[in-house]
Nanobody
């Protein structure tokens, strides 16, 4: 059983920053593609950002220039740096690891952007 643990969520004011972390110790982390998804109440889960095993990144248009996805293979950890946060970024954020047919999810961490 593979476990992913997210951390770093919380309440932040508009314009603030948070860094989410996703750690796993159960697999060969470096071969997996890493992605962050989010789901707001009443909305479908959406892909926010992804990074391949080779380091190529992709972002949804709404976060380009504000969010940065990264990974530290030596620490089996992925990150999502979120700057200039907006109220519409409020959601539960999920970490995802994928390789071939293997697809793993974390439990989610709440991010709330509000004054």
């Amino acid at each position: 059983q593979v476990h992913l643990v997210e951390s770093g969520g919380g309440l932040v004011q508009p314009g603030g920053s948070l860094r989410l972390s996703c750690i796993t110790s159960s697999i060969s982390f470096s071969i997996y593609s890493l992605a962050w998804y989010r789901q707001a109440p009443g909305h479908e889960r959406e892909l926010v950002a992804s990074i391949t095993s080779g380091g190529s990144t992709n972002y949804v248009d709404s976060v380009k220039g504000r969010f940065t996805i990264s990974r530290d293979n030596a620490k089996n950890t992925g990150y999502l740096q979120m700057n200039s946060l907006k109220p519409e970024d409020t959601a539960v954020y999920y970490c995802n690891l994928k390789y071939l047919i293997n697809n793993y999810w974390g439990q989610g961490t709440q991010v709330t952007v509000s004054s």
